[in-house]
């Protein structure tokens, strides 16, 4: 590296952990593989970034939740990618910073778009008609898109909030004596540590598998999930990224991740009497988006 000025790229971790690691290697290999050699990248963690001063580059690109909120509060000569947090986290970053997603702070989401999570629960378990679903605090934002999209795809939700501890369980109990399936949306409240091995089994015991949007939790005993890696992430955000230094301006909506990657639990399918291929519902799932 040579000095501050010459840097084109700043990538801001949120802290040195694997998942940022991996994705801030796949940004810098994609965008040297493009012919981004020519570029000077410059890698630090969000406690270092408060510490520099006379960064010009032409792209700042956040890891995680707490180097997205530490770019968004400052003043910055260059638009900011914030990448590896899921669309809640973004948004509560803009309202603590007062700012709107625009050209200038925009995102790639680490969540999966709901459309995409109803058609992988249409393709690994086509008679499913019952989707339940445990709405939190910050899920709860998505419930009339998630009603909207499984009527269209005619299927049903069954719901519960979960605004307290105390009433996760009441809530599980009700929703999977009618579901099909039961879809986890990320909120804290109700997907934790705490509660995901006694969701895991109520689930099981009741013969209503758990789509999840973690491996962690297909090892651990859901179905299947549907998830991006930290790489499948610094990918696409090389690709943002090349854009920018090209001369285009960054999406001034927040996007999600063109690609994604299916786990199976395949003990958990062989109890359901199932036999399902991660790469196989992948692939469907691909060609199923790129069909007009």
Known sequence: MSTAQAVTVVIVSSERSPAYAQAAQALVSELQRNGGSRYEMLLLTATEFAGTANL?????????????????QATLPAPVLCVLLPRS???????????KASSQLSALYLDQPLSRQLGLIQLALPEARHIGVLWGPESQAQASALNALAQARGLRLLAASVE????????????????????ALADPQVFNSSSIQN???????????????????????????????????????????????QGKALSATALYSQDFSVAVNDHVARSLGLSLDAAALRTRLLRAEATP
């Open 56 to 72: 010009k580059p032409k792209l700042f690109v956040a890891l995680g939740a707490q180097a997205a909120q530490a770019l968004a």
């Open 89 to 99: 986290s973004f948004e509560r970053v803009l309202r603590s910073s007062g700012r």
């Open 164 to 183: 307290q501890d105390g009433q996760l369980f009441p809530a599980l109990k009700t929703v999977v004596e009618g579901a099909d399936v039961l879809l």
């Open 199 to 245: 969701i895991l089994l109520t689930s099981f015991r009741a013969k209503v598998p758990l789509v999840a949007f973690s491996p962690a939790y297909a090892q651990a005993g859901a179905l299947l999930s549907l998830h991006v890696t930290p790489e499948q992430i610094g990918q696409q955000a090389a690709t943002l990224a090349a854009g920018v230094l």
